[in-house]
Structure formats: structure tokens, C-alpha cells
């Protein structure tokens, strides 16, 4: 059996994936924006990722931009039956890496086509609507026109399921009602926990949830009773937080991202960490203490 099968599959779409996958964005250069200092070692990481079992691959056009997609061609094409790659589209970058919004019907549409171009398919498997109401995190408001647009172009055979990102419960309610979500992704970890709610929802009706920055992002998570539980269990830190993550709810899905083929091993070898109940309540208290500051 394959470690990573220890964590077990779910439902993305219309596949069963693993739940532990690769996210593509630390692939680009610094930002996020421009080429990486050593592509080589770029794709190796990807070549690693499927050659350890992993077959759910997160990216979007707009790393780079274009970049990230690229390289995911040039490891991979032609791709694993298998392999699961999924992307977002709303946004895209300004020349001085800023992220703006892209949201209407034509620049969506471009975006898919881009993505497809880039990727090298005839379809894409997965696109998640990234609201860009707020940068900085899920903010209120309709998303009715971008994602009735993206159910156009999934009508059309270019989009097989459709996915969002960014978004708030209700957001997630009224899309239902245009078309059928595959999951949701948004910012969650050990101890940004605003989703709580929304997770479990989301499980009973057997929707995916894809936490984006599980391991802090650009501020990497840090606390002392992490690390002293990782040393108590002969783990990481970080692999103790993904442990927590996967033992959260069965329709939570990993992408940790890493430039590093030694990191992502290291990553991956969460889904065989079994957390006790003791730590699992214990690391419970790290978001509490965290909110309290």
C-alpha cells in the first residue's frame, strides 16, 4: 500500500484523490511572480510528488504568472490517467506582482483558455472561482456573474467541475444554486480556524475542503507546544500540523506547497502520523491562545 493511502481518498469532482496532494504555487519566483532560481529543481519536486503517489495538484495561471503551469507540463506532460490538477482563475497580476481582480465573463474565459493552453489539455478537471471581493479574505458580496460566466464555459466542455476559493458560507449557498461546487477553498490551519462550521457542512454534503496556507503561508506557523508535541511524537511541526488538519474532518483535503523535494517528503509522510486524542485536544487550545492575542 502507497503511505500515502494512510490518509485515505475523497471525492474531488468526479475522482477519488488522495488527501494528501502538492500545491504548485512555491514553484514561481519570490512573490509568486517571475521564474524560479532553479527550474530544474522545480520539476524535480513535481516528478517526485507523483512518483510518491500523490494525485491531486494544485495551481493557477496566475503564478507567474504562467510559470507554475509551465513547469507542471514540462515535469509531468503527458499527464498520469490518475492525476487530478486543479486551478483557479478571478485574478491576475500586475507588473509589479500586485493581484487584481479578473472577473469578468472575458477575462475569465481567457484565463481558462490560458490555463488549458499552458497545461496542455483539452479540459480542465477542476477550476475554483477565486473571489477577489477582498484580498485579504472571504468578504461578503455576489459572485453570481463570475460564476454563472464559469458554468458558461463549463457547459461548453472546457470545465468539467467547478470549485471555490476565498469565499464565505453563504457564497458557497448561493453558488449551489448555479451550479454544482466540487469543494471550497479557503485559508485554514492550526490556528486560523474560521471555517469550522463551514467544514462541517460542507462534509455532510460530501463536498471537499482545501485549506490554502496549511502550514501559516508566507508566516509559517509557530508555536512551543507544536513543536514540543512534534518532538514528543518524533515528527515535525509541520507535519504534526498536517496530521491535525487530516484528522479534522474526512473531506479535508491537503496542498501543502514546497520548492523542496527533501520537504515535500517530509510532508507526505504526515498521512501516516496518527494523532492520540491527547494531542488532537491539546492542539485544540493553540488557535484559542492564538486568538486571545
Not at 212 to 240: C, I, K, N
Request: overall charge negative; charged content about 15%.
Amino acid at each position: 500500500m502507497n503511505a500515502l493511502d494512510q490518509a485515505g481518498t475523497f471525492r474531488l469532482g468526479h475522482r477519488h484523490v488522495r488527501r494528501l496532494g502538492y500545491g504548485a504555487m512555491q514553484l514561481a519566483g519570490p512573490g509568486v511572480f517571475g521564474p524560479p532560481k532553479d527550474r530544474a529543481a522545480a520539476v524535480a519536486v513535481l516528478r517526485a510528488a507523483v512518483e510518491s503517489g500523490v494525485n491531486h495538484i494544485d495551481t493557477s495561471d496566475f503564478y507567474g504568472p504562467h510559470v507554475t503551469n509551465q513547469i507542471i507540463r514540462e515535469a509531468l506532460h503527458p499527464y498520469r490517467d490518475d492525476l487530478v490538477i486543479v486551478t483557479k482563475v478571478g485574478a491576475r497580476r500586475g507588473a509589479d506582482a500586485s493581484w487584481l481582480p479578473a472577473q469578468s465573463a472575458a477575462e475569465l474565459s481567457q484565463a481558462v483558455h490560458d490555463n488549458l493552453r499552458h497545461l496542455g489539455l483539452d479540459v480542465l478537471e477542476v477550476v475554483n472561482l477565486r473571489s477577489m471581493l477582498s484580498v485579504h479574505g472571504p468578504a461578503e458580496g455576489s459572485l453570481e456573474a463570475p460564476l454563472t460566466a464559469l458554468a458558461e464555459l463549463q457547459q461548453r466542455g472546457l470545465i468539467r467541475h467547478i470549485g471555490l476559493s476565498n469565499v464565505t458560507a453563504q457564497q458557497v449557498e448561493d453558488g449551489r444554486r448555479i451550479c454544482e461546487i466540487a469543494c471550497v477553498q479557503n485559508h485554514y490551519n492550526l490556528v486560523h480556524r474560521h471555517d469550522d462550521a463551514l467544514i462541517a457542512s460542507l462534509a455532510s454534503q460530501g463536498i471537499a475542503y482545501v485549506p490554502f496556507f496549511p502550514l501559516g503561508g508566507f508566516t509559517p506557523l509557530q508555536s512551543t507546544l507544536l513543536s514540543d508535541m512534534a518532538a514528543e511524537l518524533h515528527a515535525t511541526p509541520m507535519q504534526v500540523a498536517l496530521a491535525w488538519l487530516l484528522q479534522q474532518s474526512p473531506n479535508v483535503m491537503l496542498i501543502p506547497g514546497t520548492s523542496s523535494v527533501d520537504h515535500l517528503r517530509q510532508n507526505l509522510a504526515a498521512a501516516g502520523l496518527n494523532l492520540p486524542p491527547e494531542a488532537i485536544a491539546m492542539l485544540d487550545t493553540v488557535a484559542a491562545t492564538a486568538s486571545a492575542h
